[in-house]
């Protein structure tokens, strides 16, 4: 099936359904066939979720689950001596 350019952005969601269900779209622009739609053969592999990873980072050998507090032997932070600035006062100017 040909569609033209403008005709498949005012329908876009009906071509694709056609696509889906296996239909080939032929795109054309002032007569001239510029792309084909067809469907997918593999699907896009799923990323992984927030529970996926958190499980296979559970299954490395080694590896634990933090606290959710401070490392163990963090230090606190050092006081800021008089005439000196925050890192995070610097950065900050710079981003304006």
Do not use: F, N, W
Not at 3 to 26: F, H
Not at 72 to 93: F, H, K, N
């Amino acid at each position: 099936m040909d569609v033209s350019v403008r005709e498949l952005r005012a329908r876009l969601s009906e071509y694709l359904r056609r696509v889906q269900r296996g239909e080939e779209v032929r795109v054309t622009h002032r007569g001239r066939v510029i792309a084909r739609m067809t469907a997918a053969v593999h699907p896009e592999p799923r990323q992984p979720g927030a529970e996926e990873l958190a499980r296979r980072l559970r299954q490395i050998p080694g590896l634990m689950p933090g606290s959710g507090g401070k490392p163990v032997g963090a230090a606190d932070p050092l006081p800021i001596r008089p005439g000196e600035r925050q890192l995070s006062d610097i950065v900050l100017e710079q981003r304006d």
